[in-house]
């Protein structure tokens, strides 16, 4: 079992960053994937960002350029750093986290709720 806490959520104005923080109970490093998702009031989860165990990343079309995943193995940490954030970036942002012990386990975090202010 891995627990996953996230952290430094809040109201920001539009044009302002945030920095997401995702600390995990076990190692991050031997994670097969791990990464952030949103959801909106009313809309699908989706998928923000997410590093693979050999380091590529993948980005949502529509935060790339803006935001910037990064892990700290040594922390067991994740951080999502949001730049030039938008409106429409406003969501609840989960940490979640994928391990192949033979069967796939998939974790995820309380969330951590990001207002994005006009």
């Known amino acids: 079992q891995v627990q996953l806490v996230e952290s430094g959520g809040g109201l920001v104005q539009s044009g302002g960053s945030l920095r997401l923080s995702c600390t995990a109970s076990?190692?991050?490093?031997?994670?097969?994937?791990v990464g952030w998702y949103r959801q909106a009031p009313g809309k699908q989860r989706e998928l923000v960002a997410g590093?693979?165990?050999?380091?590529?990343?993948n980005y949502a079309d529509s935060v790339k350029g803006r935001f910037t995943i990064s892990r700290d193995n040594g922390q067991n940490t994740v951080y999502l750093q949001m730049n030039n954030l938008k409106p429409e970036d406003t969501a609840v942002y989960y940490c979640?986290?994928?391990?192949?012990?033979?069967?796939?386990?998939?974790?995820w975090g309380q969330g951590t709720q990001v207002t994005v202010s006009l």
């Open positions: 979640y986290a994928a391990y192949d012990w033979g069967a796939k386990y998939e974790y």
């Open positions: 076990g190692s991050i490093f031997s994670a097969s994937a």
């Open positions: 590093i693979i165990r050999n380091g590529n990343t």
